[in-house]
C-alpha cells in the first residue's frame, strides 16, 4: 500500500543509513534482507527478501532503488485501503524495528538527558513530520531533515507544556541560514537549551503527550461526565479523542485498559445543548450523551468532535494531513519569495540596464551618422552578394535538376536491367528444369538399356551354355558312332576270313 510505505519512508530510510559501512549510499543486499524479511514478517508476509537477490545485478543497493523494491514486492501486497488504525498499529510496528536498527545512533551520545522511550517519541513525531530530501552533489544519496520551522512547532509545544515561555526570537537565531535540521541534530538542542534541569518523570508525560498528538493524532483529551447506557447515571470518563474513535477510560492512569469505544465515521454529528452543559453524540448505533464541567470545556469538546467527524473518512491522518498543509504553504511561501527576490532583481536589472542604456545612447548619438554610412555601403555590398548569390543558387538547382534527371534516366536503366536479368534468369531456370528433365529422361532411358543388356548378356550365356551341351552332344555321339561303325568293320572284315559251314552260312562266334 503506498499511503503504508510513504509514511513509514522516513523510519526506513534511518534504517537503512545505519546499514551504511560506508558513506556511498549504497547498502549490500545481504544486510537489507534482514531488514526486508522483518518487515515483511510486522506485514504477515514471508520469504518477500528473497527477490533481492535477482533485484538488480549489483550487489547493493541505493534507497531509491531499495524504495522501490520494497513498493512492487513487500507493500503492493497489502490492500489498497486500509483503516486509520490499522494503518497506525502497522506504522508503529515498523516504525520500531527500524528504530531498534538505527537507535545505537542516537542513544549512545555525550550527556543524554532523554530517556531512551523518549527518544523514540522523538523520533517518530520526526520522521512523520520530516522531508526525504536528496544531496546536492549526489542526487542517488538522501537525507532526512526537518524544516526548521516544523522543529519549532514541535519545540514550542515540549516548552509550553513544561509551563516555559516559548521565546521565538531565539530559535529563529539557532535557525538563522537553516533549512532543516536532522534528527541527531534537534536532539541536541532540545536536550542543551529546553530540558536542562527538567526532571525525568515530567519529560517522560510531556513527551509521551506530543507522541500522542502528533504520532496517534490525538486531537482532544479530558475529563468527561457519559450517561450509562443501562443505568441513566452520569459517570466521569477520562477522554480520548481521534478522528476515527472517542474512547473513554475509568481514569488517565488507566489508559492501557479502556472502558469503551466509540466509532466514529461521516454518518455521525454532535448536537449540543446550553442546559447541564450537555452534548450529544449522534452514531450508527445509537446516541451518546456527555456532559462537561463547564460551558468552554463544552464549546471545545463540540468543536474536537465535529473536527474528529470531518476528518474520520481521511486515509492518511489528521496531523498528517496538517504537516501536508504546513508543507505546501512553505512550499508557496517559497515560491512567493523567489518570485519577489525574481521581480526585485528584475527591477534592479531594468533600472540599472535603463542607466546603462541612456550613457549608450549618448555614445550611439555620436556613431548613428558613421554607422548609416557604413549601413549604406554594406547594404550595396549585401545587394551585389545577393544578386550573386541567387545566380548561383539558380545554377546550383540547375546542376541539381540535372543530376536528378541522370540519376532517374540511370534508375530507370538499372531498373529496365534487373528487369531484363530477372527474365534472363527465369528463361534460364526454365531451361535448366527442361535439361534436367531431358538427362532424367535419358537416366531412365540408359538404365532401361543396361537392364535390358544384362537380360541379352544373360540370355547369350545360357544360350552359350546349350550350343556348349549340344556340341558336347554331337561330339559323344560322333564318337560312339564311329566306334561302332569300326567294330562293325572289324567284324565283316573277320567273318570274310572265316570258313562257311555246310550249309553255306558262315560260323559266326557269339559276340
Known sequence: MANLLENVTNSIWHAFNALQTEKTGNVMKSKLKVLTANIGTLLDLYGVEKGLEH???????????????LLKEVFSSLPDSLTLPSLRQFESRIDEVCWLICKKNFVQRSNPILPDQCVYSIFRVFCMLADLVPEPKNKDVFQV???SSEV?????????SLGLEWNENSFAELSNNTVGFRFSTMLTILETKYFTGVE???????VTDLCHTFVDDVIKKGVLLKRGYLLPTMREYWCVLQPTQLTYYKSSQSEQLAAGCIQLDAHCWVDSTTHAN?????????????????????????????LAIHSSADSIGYQRQLAQRRRRQRDADLEERRRRSSLMHDMGAKLHAEKMARVAAELQAQEIKEVKEKE????????????????????????QARVLRE?????????????????????????????????REKELQLQEAQRKLKELEAERERLDMELKGAKDKIYFGDQSNTAKTNSQVKVRRTMSFMPSTRDGRSSRSPL
Open 200 to 206: 525525568q518523570d515530567v519529560l517522560i508525560e510531556v
Open 152 to 160: 519549532a512547532l514541535v519545540a514550542s509545544q515540549l516548552v509550553t
Open 407 to 439: 540519376e532517374w534516366e540511370k534508375r530507370e536503366e538499372l531498373e529496365q536491367l534487373q528487369e531484363e536479368q530477372r527474365l534472363m534468369l527465369e528463361e534460364e531456370r526454365r531451361l535448366r528444369l527442361e535439361f534436367e528433365e531431358k538427362q
Open 145 to 147: 531533515v526537518l524544516h
Open 278 to 306: 450537555r452534548l450529544m453524540l449522534h452514531t450508527n448505533e445509537r446516541c451518546f450523551e456527555f456532559s462537561a464541567y463547564d460551558h468552554k470545556t463544552r464549546l471545545q469538546w463540540v468543536s474536537a468532535l465535529q
Open 55 to 69: 533485484f538488480r545485478s549489483t550487489p547493493s543497493l541505493n534507497f531509491h532503488h531499495y524504495k522501490y523494491y
Open 376 to 399: 549604406i555601403e554594406m547594404l550595396g555590398t549585401r545587394l551585389e552578394e545577393e544578386t550573386q548569390a541567387k545566380r548561383d543558387e539558380e545554377i546550383v538547382r540547375n546542376l
